[in-house]
């Protein structure tokens, strides 16, 4: 009797975790949703707002914002899709704050005009190396891009709220922000 007891508490333990990663998997997917919207419509304040604020010890917003719109001056124009959350990791707690890595995909297409209109030589290998070769379709007709992006990025909220800001690390320009999720956390987050 009493191991049916404990079973039952298990079964009613395990329930309730599933319950809550799904109900942050779809507050992940409602953010995400919103983040690649905003940088599409090239709303670059709401883009910014969603970044875990210590980017900005790095570079400030106002750079950040700069360098954004600076890609469209150049003859670079992004638009993303985003498709599906694959998996989220457990919740790692430290300090004062809560981490969780998110892995999705989505279809982003690069279309280069102006002063990048004959970059295909230069971004196609950096694109490649990125996201890999079979994943990277160049078409020449409309001088873009296609990628079918499989990510992950960190989502970091004080421990006692929801508000989750995002951290991209995937990018090799963005291997420096790892420095801003403590080492012990990016173990577990792996």
């Not at 329930?15 to 919207?37: C, G, I, M, P």
């Not at 499989?150 to 922000?177: C, E």
Request: hydrophobic share 40%; aromatic share 8%.
């Amino acid at each position: 009797m009493r191991r049916i007891g404990i079973i039952l508490i298990l079964l009613s333990l395990l329930q309730t975790s599933v319950f809550a990663q799904n109900q942050l998997k779809k507050h992940f997917e409602k953010d995400l949703r919103n983040y690649t919207s905003a940088f599409n419509n090239r709303q670059w304040d709401e883009v910014t707002q969603m970044m875990y604020p210590p980017i900005f010890d790095m570079m400030s917003k106002d750079n950040m914002v700069m360098v954004l719109e600076g890609m469209d001056n150049m003859g670079v124009k992004m638009h993303t899709t985003f498709q599906a959350i694959d998996k989220i990791s457990k919740v790692v707690v430290s300090g004062k704050e809560k981490y969780c890595k998110i892995y999705y995909n989505g279809i982003i297409k690069v279309r280069l005009s102006g002063l990048m209109s004959q970059g295909k030589i230069l971004v196609q290998p950096q694109f490649e190396q990125e996201f890999g070769k079979s994943n990277v379709k160049y078409d020449e007709a409309s001088n873009s891009f296609t990628i079918n992006a499989h990510r992950s990025m960190v989502a970091i909220a004080n421990k006692s709220t929801d508000n989750w800001k995002y951290i991209d690390v995937n990018s090799p320009q963005a291997k420096g922000l790892q420095r801003l999720i403590p080492a012990k956390v990016r173990a577990q987050l792996n």
